[in-house]
C-alpha cells in the first residue's frame, strides 16, 4: 500500500478496504497522541492548544483519504469537507471551553454529537460499505480493475 498516496493525494480513486485502512490507522494515531497529551498536559489550556494542533496536522490526511473515496463512488471530493468542519468548529469552540465537558453536557454539547453521529453514520454507509462506480468515471479508473497498481489509481 502506498501510505504517501494515500494520506496525501487528492487525485484518483482508493477501494473500502484502503478507505477502512487509512481511517483506522488515523484513528490510531489520533488516540495515541490524545492519550500522549492527555496523560502530559490533562484539560489545562496547553493540552488543549496541543490536541488542536493535532487535529489541524491531521486534518489533511483525513480529507484525503476520504476525498478520494467519495471520487471512487462519482461524488466531488468536497463532500469529505463536511467532517471536517463539524469537527473544526468543535475543536476550535473545545479548544475555548465553549463545548467539550462530558460531566456537564450544554445544548451545542448535543447538536455537535448528533452532527458528529449523522455525518459518521452517512460516512459509514457511503464511504465504507458501499461499493465505489464500477468501472472508470470521471476521478480515474477502478481501484478493482484487474492488473492497477496501487500508486495513483488506490
Known amino acids: 500500500m502506498d501510505f504517501s498516496y494515500l494520506f496525501t493525494s487528492l487525485d484518483g480513486r482508493i477501494n473500502r478496504a484502503k478507505w477502512w485502512a487509512g481511517v ?10 490524545y492519550w500522549i497529551l492527555g496523560a502530559i498536559f490533562g484539560g489545562n489550556i496547553v ?28 461524488k466531488p471530493a468536497m463532500y469529505a469537507l463536511v467532517a471536517i468542519a463539524v469537527g473544526l ?30 455525518v459518521g453514520i452517512w460516512y459509514l454507509i457511503d464511504l465504507g460499505i458501499l461499493k465505489g462506480t464500477e468501472g472508470p468515471n470521471q476521478y480515474g479508473p ?13
Open 24 to 33: 483506522v490507522i488515523l484513528a490510531v494515531v489520533s488516540i495515541v497522541l
Open 47 to 74: 493540552g488543549r492548544i496541543l490536541t488542536f494542533i493535532v487535529q489541524l496536522v491531521l486534518l489533511y490526511p483525513g480529507y484525503a483519504v476520504s476525498a478520494k473515496r467519495f471520487q471512487d463512488r462519482n
Open 89 to 118: 468548529l468543535y475543536s476550535l469552540l473545545a479548544l475555548f471551553g465553549v463545548v467539550g465537558q462530558p460531566l456537564a453536557m450544554g445544548v451545542l454539547d448535543w447538536i455537535f454529537s448528533i452532527a458528529f453521529l449523522a
Open 142 to 154: 477502478d481501484p478493482l480493475a484487474a492488473g492497477q497498481g496501487s500508486a495513483g489509481t488506490g
